[in-house]
């Protein structure tokens, strides 16, 4: 668009600032406009060419029609300009001069001439340059949309085409530029005759740029029109070489429906409170993110990584207190108790984990292979094995209790793997065959079979708790109040832990022998310790290096990962209807409630509309359904009659702990698609944030204006 007034020679940009105003978009009143500022090339554009491009001072409107607001300048509905500098024209009857002038009049006669034909020249070229501007912007809307195309298919720009031309494979942004020449596109095919091509390789790293402000800055905006958000980040991942932190955040919007955005890379380099330091910087100074409204931050992570995440948490939690570290709810409790552990052993089980997942999804013949090794193990408990098939045709790596299906399946699996690699029918390919093999070295580590069974005997504490905290608002409503009891009995394991780990070594030793498998210390630690080889038994090492850590790590992660200002929230899933229908005799407990005091409309009358909620609910006749969750609650919270309760039901509606429902859940699973199905070297952390966000409502224009003020000396090549 234009930052002057279309009205040739108009001063008000330089000698008199005024407001701009858009040209309307009624074609009659556009068309007057035109008439009135006097510009012929403007007679043919369209009114929304008009509205887009061409502005008009105020200088032009009389006073009566301009409202002067608090925040804006606006212009009245039917506002049509009627002030111009134009000079009178000569009238009948006029009085001829006199012929006898004198040389002052001839040379003042000459300079008024001068003086016009200037005038004339000046807006000779202002036309010219606006129609080139108009040009330059059509062209890279053309360049946006093709980007934008793209982006939302994930194909890679920079991928090659399927066709050649002068001998090298072209670029998929430049096949597609070529198919619209093609079609009749003038703008793209004048800026090709110029410059034999239509978009430089420096310039579309521009574009992509461009581009990836721009949806970033849209989706920011609708995090701070919908207040209180959390910060949720994910496993790291490589892109170009580098590692890099996801980011999402979650809200809930003015539809009181959850939300959640993936909002792009942080660039993962570096180390300790630097890093913390410049992530935070990135988030609120580049992104645009307002920290002091986050309320909620969780985030998953392997070990490798883990102590770095640890230091973002902690910096986060310092600047910002409010921010409450909680549970992911993409990853189930256990798995991530057991990811973010450092331990060599529980290291070797979750990545031995990843890669049986990959395997077996890779056929339904590795399935039913691994389904016919466990009917050979079980083959008197038809039903058990039948059950163990059916969980094996699942992400059973991800479940609750993996770690105990590991060990059911253990022998079998290893015979399956065993017999893949042998391949003696010539079933399986190459790489199929290596796979297995890989797996097979880990499964007969002994390192890997006690550190599996020491999950297993563990995180069998924590299993009802991870599913009830993560299932439907009844269970996670349970879970709030059980915590003490599981934290409880792992106080009980680590004081009594010599014992404990006597029977896990017992079970390991055991499944090991049955297996043969070799009981010893991993061979990184006697490397490491080559002299003190000789006296160091298993049995000692594992419970110093596995049992014991393991413990301590998972009671110092379920006291941060659940505080008391969590477990209130958690407290305040009361207010949803089916817990209100399970406990009718009990109103919803208010000094849970209390914890968001400072962010409810009003205060002072808190508890008698939360007595009115429980009414409303708790006085449904039998045979009626109940809200079973937040997502159906917060429709059903009339901000008219309980504008406390809605307050409250938003804010525990954007807890990481709590899972979305399918349709607000989009973000996670457009990442692990994109993540999934790029091959490394097209991943964009630019293209992957357009890829994910697709249906956030940017325009082309916007991305040509911030392009346009971004690299203003590229329009003016031409």
């Known amino acids: 668009m234009q930052n002057h007034c279309a009205v040739p020679n108009c001063t008000s940009g330089i000698s008199d600032p005024q407001p701009l105003f858009r040209f309307p978009h009624d074609p009659e009143r556009s068309k007057k406009w035109v008439e009135k500022c006097q510009r012929r090339d ?88 606006t129609d080139e501007e108009e040009e330059y912007r059509e062209y890279l809307k053309s360049l946006f949309e093709v980007l934008v195309l793209l982006g939302e298919q994930n194909i890679p720009p920079t991928g090659p085409g399927d066709r050649k031309k002068d001998g090298l494979r072209e670029s998929n942004f430049q096949a597609l530029l070529d198919y619209r020449m093609n079609c009749g596109n003038e703008v ?43 910060l949720l980040t994910d496993d790291l991942v490589k892109i170009s070489g580098e590692w890099h932190l996801p980011v999402f955040v979650r809200f809930v919007d003015q539809s009181n429906c959850q939300q959640e955005r993936f909002c792009g890379f942080l660039s993962f380099e570096g180390d300790g409170d630097a890093l913390a330091e ?63 552990m450092v331990l060599s052993g529980v290291q070797l089980v979750m990545s031995t984990f990843k890669k049986i997942e990959s395997f077996f999804s890779q056929s339904n013949l590795l399935q039913l292979e691994l389904g016919h090794a466990i009917l050979i193990f079980y083959p008197d408990k038809e039903d058990k094995a039948n059950e163990l098939k059916d969980i094996c045709h699942t992400s059973w790596t991800r479940r609750h209790d993996a770690f105990d299906v590991a060990v059911e399946i253990l022998e079998a699996l290893l015979l399956c793997v065993d017999s893949v690699h ?83 070594n017992d079970e390991a030793v055991n499944l090991a022998t049955a297996m043969e498998i070799p009981i010893k210390v991993p061979r990184s630690f006697l490397r490491k310790h080559h002299s003190e080889s000789g006296t160091i038994q298993p049995d000692s090492y594992y419970k110093n290096n596995l049992s014991v850590p393991v413990v301590n790590h998972i009671i110092n992660e379920m006291n941060e990962l659940f505080s008391e200002d969590h477990l209130k929230s958690l407290r305040c899933l009361s207010l949803v209807p089916a817990v209100i229908e399970q406990h009718k005799s009990t109103e919803p407990e208010e000094e849970s409630i209390q914890v968001f ?105 916007s991305m040509v204006e911030v392009y346009m003020n971004t690299y203003p000396e590229r329009g003016e090549v031409m």
Request: proline share 3%; glycine share 4%.
């Open 188 to 230: 793209l095919k004048k800026r090709y005759d110029v410059n034999q091509e239509c978009c430089s390789s420096v310039q579309l790293s521009q574009l992509i740029e461009v581009c990836e402000k721009c949806i970033r800055s849209k989706l920011v905006e609708e995090v701070k029109q919908n207040g209180f958000f959390s």
């Open 42 to 129: 403007l007679i043919d554009k369209s009114p929304d060419q008009l509205h887009r491009h061409y502005r008009l001072c105020g200088k032009h409107f009389e006073s009566s029609l301009i409202d002067n607001g608090a925040q804006c300048t606006v212009l009245k509905d039917d506002a049509i300009p009627t002030i111009f500098d134009v000079p009178s024209q000569p009238q009948n009857g006029q009085v001829k001069r006199n012929k006898e002038t004198t040389k002052d009049d001839e040379t003042e006669s000459k300079g008024r001439k001068k003086m016009k034909k200037s005038q004339d020249t000046d807006a000779a070229k202002a036309d010219v340059q």
């Open 278 to 340: 410049k992530l935070l910087s990135e988030m609120t100074d580049e992104w645009g993110l307002d920290m002091e409204q986050c309320r909620g931050q969780a985030h998953s992570c392997t070990g490798t990584h883990f102590s770095k995440i640890k230091k973002i948490s902690a910096k986060l939690i310092e600047k910002y207190p409010l921010a409450v570290v909680t549970l992911r709810s993409t990853r189930t409790l256990n798995v991530s108790l057991a990811n973010g």
């Open 422 to 504: 042998d391949n003696e029918d010539m079933r399986w390919s190459d790489q199929v065959t290596h796979d297995a093999l890989e797996i097979s070295k880990a499964l007969v580590d002994f390192e890997f079979v006690m550190a599996l069974v020491v999950l297993k005997n563990v995180m069998t504490l924590t299993r009802a708790f991870g599913k009830n905290v993560q299932g439907e608002a009844p269970d996670a409503h349970f879970a709030a109040t059980s915590l003490k009891a599981v934290l409880h009995s792992l106080k009980e394991v680590s004081d009594n832990i010599d014992v404990y780990h006597e029977f896990w």
């Open 597 to 701: 005091k400072n962010y409810i409309p009003n205060a002072g009358t808190l508890s008698a509309e939360l007595h009115c909620w429980w009414v409303k609910w708790s006085k449904k006749g039998k045979g009626e359904t109940f809200p079973s969750n937040i997502h159906e609650t917060l429709q059903q919270a009339d901000l008219k009659f309980f504008p406390n309760m809605l307050a409250v039901l938003r804010l525990i509606g954007i807890l990481p702990t709590l899972a979305l429902e399918d349709s607000c859940n989009v973000a996670y699973k457009r990442f692990k698609m994109y993540m999934e199905n790029t091959p490394d070297k097209f991943k964009s952390k630019s293209l992957a944030l357009l890829n994910m966000n697709y249906d956030v409502g940017f325009d082309l224009d």
